[in-house]
Structures are given as C-alpha cells and as structure tokens.
C-alpha cells in the first residue's frame, strides 16, 4: 500500500523534544483527533496500549511501529514522528535489546477494516523500513513534504538485476513464519530478498502469517529450487512438499542480521536435504543437527500456540455462563443438569454454554499433543498424535462409563505427544517401501502403529504411573484431612495448584467441600488456590519488562498470560496451563508454593471462606476480606516475580553460555 494515501503533513512531526513513549503517543493521538481520524482519544489509546502489552513495537535500525486497531478510528491513518533524542530500549522496548527508538510510525486502523487490509498496512510499511538508506533519509528529514516524498518511492534494489545475467542465476526458495504472523515474517521475507539480490540468486519466499500463506510456493518453483531456507519459529506448513533439496532451519529473525551468509550456507553447506515427511524440527539456529531436548521444547511451544485458542474460547464461554447465571444467583449451580429444563429460556441457554465450553476445555490436550507430535513428525503424527491427547485428557474413561478413572493430565500429554512425535519421525525416516507399496505409509503403517503404541504405553506405563501418581495426591489430602490449621491448608492449596483443575484438583476440592459441608474446616485455602496461579503468572506476563527490563516470555505466551489473567479472576485455572506444559519444573513448584503461602497467610491472619465460590463474586461473602485480600496478593506476588526472576537467570545464563562459545 502506498503509505502516502494514508497520512499527511498535520500528522507529520519532525525532531521533536518528546522524551518518553506516552508523550509521543500523547502527541500522536491528539493529531489524529485534531485531523477527524478517531473520534474518541481515550479508546483509541487504550487499543494502542493494549498492543504494546502483547509484544515489542520497537524493532532495529531505530523505528518503531505502534498501532491500535479500533471503533474509535473513522478511517486508516499514520502518524509519523523523529525525535532529537532517541529512547532507549528501556522507555520503547524493542525486538532488538540495543534498538534506541528515534522514528515512530503510528497506524490508526479502523475496527471494520478486513484482516487482509490491516494486516496489509502494517507489513508493508514493516518492509519498506528494511531499507537502511530510507530510514536515515527519514531521519534527518527536515519538512513533512520530504517525508511524504521519501515514503512514495518505490524500492527498487530487490527487484533488479537477475533478469540481466546471462547465465541462469541460482534460484533458491523460502519460508519465513513467527509466532504472531506480522511483522517478523514479512520483514525477513524482505531481508531474504535483498540478501539474494545482492548476491545476484533468485528468490521466492512463502510468508506464513496470521492471514495464512501468502505468495504460495508453486510445484514449477520446486522443480528448479536449489535450496530452501526455513526462517521459522514454529513448524512450518507443508515442509513435505520440499522433498530432495537442500535446506537450511534458522529463526525468524536471523535473516534481518545474516540475510547473505544465509544465503551462501543454503547453496554451499546446506543443513541437509529434507528426507520424505520432513520432520517440523530438523535442525537448529547454529546449522547443525537440532538436539532432541530442542527439537522437544521447539514442539511443546508449537503445540502450545494451536492449543491457546482452545483454551479462550472454553475459559470465555465458561465465564459468561458464570457471569450471567450470578444474575439469577445461581452460579453455584448452573451445571446442574436440572437447569436444562428450566422455564426460564435464558437459564437454559447459560447452563448449554456453561457445558460446551467444558467440552471444549477437554480438547486441549487432544489439539496440543496433535500439534506437538507434528512439529517433531510432521503431519503424519497429526492423528495418532490427537489420540494421545485424548487419553491424557481421560477420553477413555469417559467412553467406557469408568467414573473412578483418573486421567494422566499435562504430564501424559507431554509424553505421549513426545512419544508420538518420534516414533513417527523414526518410522518415517526408517521404513522404505516399494514405490507400489509407498502410499501404504502414511496411510496405514504410520498411523497404524503409533496408534497402537500410544494404546500401549498409556494402558501399561502413563496411566498407571501418571495416573497413580494424581491417585496418590489424591489420597494425601484424605490421610491429612485431620491434620493441623496450617498443614492442611499447605496440602489442600499445593494439590489444588498441582495441575490446574486436573484429576488431583477435583480430588482436593471434594475433600474440602466435604469438611466445609460437615463444618470441619472452611474452603479458604481452597478457593484461593485456584484463583491465584493464574492471576499469578498473567501478572509476571505484563510485568517482566518493568522488573527487568525486557520480556522473558515468548510471544504466544504473552498472549495467554492476558488469559490467564482474567480466567483467574474468574476463577478457571486452566488459563495457567499452557505456562505448566512448557516449563513444567518451573511453573509447577512455583504455582504450588505460591498458593501455599498466599493461603497460609490468609488463614492465619483470619479470613475465613465458607462457599465454593472462589471467582470475584464470590469475595464478598469471605469473613474478614481485608485478610483475604493480602493472602492474594503475597500469592500472585511470589507467582509473578519468581517466575520473572528464575527465567530471567536462565535466559541470561543461555545467553553467557552462547557468547563464550562464539
């Protein structure tokens, strides 16, 4: 899109004095109120906040490109601003921990405008300022007219050249993919191109983003392809289809940095030749074989960001049952299979809603090990790897009316989706069949087996010992139950913690209803077990930067913090999941020490929770609040800041450790 049609020169602002982000923000959003572009600054801003809390708008060479997609926005508009004195990485953050910000691009963008328009919009101007001479010529631009100019001229350095050689040029392809789908991916795509127009090969690059695939890679490309780069950082589509050439596996944004050494790896030492149903995960950023630790985390990330959709639509659909049967104060019921046949037709629809999205709650670990297992195998692990997600999730004691049967949870969905996933990749890599025969690979032998091993390794080995496992859990909140104040309570919130409304959650929780039933001992500690790991963990999501001084979690996981965080004020647990599948020796300990000290001090400070109703609504009917309130917040802290500080060690720990070895 031609960026000149969408701004003009009363939204143009040269080195200027603003020395924070919210006054050029500030600065920016009056233009746009002044020029008729929104029509309501307050939600227009709050939109443009809420997408810096999501990830950095601070990328390299010095610019940054917030934006703020809203109904306040009346048309699609760009402010532009340089500043005499750039912001360091710590007042804008950037991708690039170095990037000082002194170029900011503003984008209005209406809430009507179409996902392919917005999305439009935002990567071209991402690419166009991959050009380091247009950068600084707007940089030290000194009238809006020589901005506007600028901006309306066409790159023409990636387009040149190949055409004029003689000889056919070599001709490599590309796929580039990050974890949101935006800026990265079209941005390395730019920067593949330029990097092989320099070096005079010929290039097309597929971009995998949040619109899907654009700019397909054809069956005539591959015909000629003499490599392909993966500058991916999730499973890439369809890497079948690239069977017999040479290829290199990097991350998104090593391209940006490394566009031409790129290239000159992928023609003259190639990580290797894609063998077949390419594994998603073949090698890692360094050019060599990817260890199998990585190519496991690299899944369990994958299968994460196809889960978490799951995972809002369930906790959203949940919430709002909840949410609208506390009208009729019967929240506390609404599952009740009785409302179904209410006379009130309203009731009847919350509690349907209230159950599907527990249905759908149950296809969470099915969608993650799927996902896991064909990052590591690729798509023929796809189903085998959803059948062991259903055994995790206790698909198999629902369907055979087994209502003693404890399911495995995220520990057997983390080992039957590593299961499959390399078990399919060895088969695959292994079996060799006649060219008559071949089709029965994938469609008998794969699945065939992997099925039958998953059946067997759950019947005799994740069942019985992950199983047993909650089982035994479950059977020390029984043996305690008489134990001391403190005690209990330390045993009632570490098993209500454990796995997040899992099998020894709903163990914990009958015990406890069952004692405040019988008067024995109030539901404190168990109410506020649930709420706090997931208010815990959302909170450290939005915080890291602030606590020290850049993000700690990965992209899709900021996402699901803002989930959590609001599933934990409504009290679903499940909102914290994806954090205990990725790093479960982190989050778990962490999450059960955090509840155990935030209930513990509640108690002991005398708040006193007779009700099972642990979401927000419920706080009103707690004896003696204030002590409540204090028992959340030492909680949540302890989630927050200990998560932000241990991850944070072992992020720079990696990173010593990369430095010495380069």
């Not at 066409?154 to 993919?177: S, Y």
Request: net charge neutral; charged share 15%.
């Amino acid at each position: 899109m031609d960026m000149t049609l969408i701004t003009d020169p009363s939204l143009i602002f040269l080195h200027q004095d603003w020395q924070s982000k919210e006054e050029v923000l500030d600065h920016l959003i009056d233009a746009f109120a002044s020029e008729g572009v929104i029509n309501d600054k307050a939600v227009y801003k709050q939109a443009v906040l809420d997408r810096e809390k999501i990830s950095e708008t601070g990328f390299e060479n010095g610019f940054a490109i917030p934006h703020g997609k809203s109904a306040a926005v009346t048309k699609p508009a760009v402010a532009i601003v340089t500043l005499k004195k750039p912001l360091a990485s710590a007042a804008w953050a950037s991708t690039d921990p170095t990037n000082q910000v002194e170029l900011i691009f503003l984008l209005a963008i209406p809430e009507s405008q179409k996902g392919d328009a917005y999305l439009k919009i935002l990567s071209d101007l991402a690419v166009r300022l991959m050009d380091e001479k247009l950068v600084d010529q707007l940089k030290h631009a000194n009238t809006a007219d020589q901005v506007i100019q600028l901006l309306g001229k066409k790159d023409q350095e990636a387009t040149t050249t190949i055409k004029e050689t003689k000889q056919r040029p070599k001709q490599i392809l590309a796929i580039t993919a990050c974890a949101t789908g935006i800026a990265h991916t079209y941005m390395a795509a730019e920067a593949l191109q330029k990097a092989a127009a320099a070096k005079g090969v010929q290039i097309h690059v597929e971009k995998q983003g949040a619109n899907g695939i654009e700019d397909g890679i054809t069956p005539e490309m591959l015909k000629d392809a003499d490599g392909i780069i993966f500058a991916t950082d999730i499973a890439a589509k369809g890497k079948e289809r690239f069977k017999g050439i040479p290829f290199v596996q990097t991350k998104v944004a090593e391209p940006l940095k490394h566009g031409e050494a790129m290239i000159d790896q992928v023609l003259n030492h190639p990580d290797g030749v894609v063998q077949g149903e390419a594994a998603a995960s073949e090698v890692a950023t360094t050019g060599k074989k990817q260890s199998w630790q990585s190519t496991l985390m690299q899944s369990v990330m994958t299968g994460i960001s196809y889960m978490i959709p799951i995972l809002v639509a369930a906790g959203v659909m949940i919430g709002l049952s909840q949410i609208g049967a506390s009208f009729f104060g019967l929240n506390k019921v609404i599952g009740d299979p009785k409302m179904a046949t209410n006379a009130n037709q309203m009731i009847v629809l919350l509690y349907y809603m209230g159950q599907c999205g527990n249905m759908a709650m149950k296809f969470m670990y099915p969608i993650f090990t799927a996902f896991m297992a064909y990052s590591i195998a690729d798509r023929p692990a796809i189903a085998p790897g959803f059948v062991g997600g259903a055994f995790a999730a206790g698909f198999q004691f629902i369907l055979l009316g087994n209502a003693k049967g404890i399911p495995s949870g995220f520990f057997g969905a983390l080992f039957l989706g590593a299961l499959v996933g390399f078990l399919v990749k060895y088969m695959n890599e292994h079996i060799h069949l006649n060219k008559n025969f071949s089709a029965m690979k994938p469609m008998l032998i794969l699945p065939g087996v992997s099925i039958l091993v998953v059946f067997l390794a759950n019947f005799f080995i994740v069942d019985p010992v992950f199983g047993g496992l909650n089982a035994w859990l479950q059977q020390m909140v029984l043996t305690y139950k008489d134990s001391s104040e403190v005690l209990l309570s330390s045993i009632i919130a570490c098993l209500t913690a454990f796995d997040l409304g899992g099998p020894v959650n709903k163990a914990a929780g009958a015990v406890a209803i069952g004692m405040a039933a019988d008067k024995v001992f109030p539901l404190t500690p168990r109410v506020l077990s649930i709420v706090i790991p997931p208010i815990g963990i959302g909170l450290a999501t939005l915080i890291d930067k602030y606590v020290v001084g850049r993000h700690i979690f990965d992209e899709d996981l900021r996402v699901s913090g803002k989930t959590s965080l609001l599933l934990g004020f409504l009290a679903i647990g499940e909102g914290a999941i994806p954090f205990a599948l990725a790093n479960p020796l982190i989050t778990i300990p962490i999450n059960m020490l955090g509840a155990t000290l935030g209930s513990v001090t509640a108690v002991l400070l005398g708040a006193v929770q007779w009700y099972p109703l642990p979401a927000v609504w419920g706080w009103p009917l707690v004896q003696n609040f204030p002590a409540y309130a204090v028992g959340i917040l030492v909680g949540v802290l302890f989630i927050a800041l200990t998560n932000i500080f241990i991850r944070f060690h072992i992020i720079r720990k990696k990173e010593k450790t990369t430095t010495a070895v380069k």
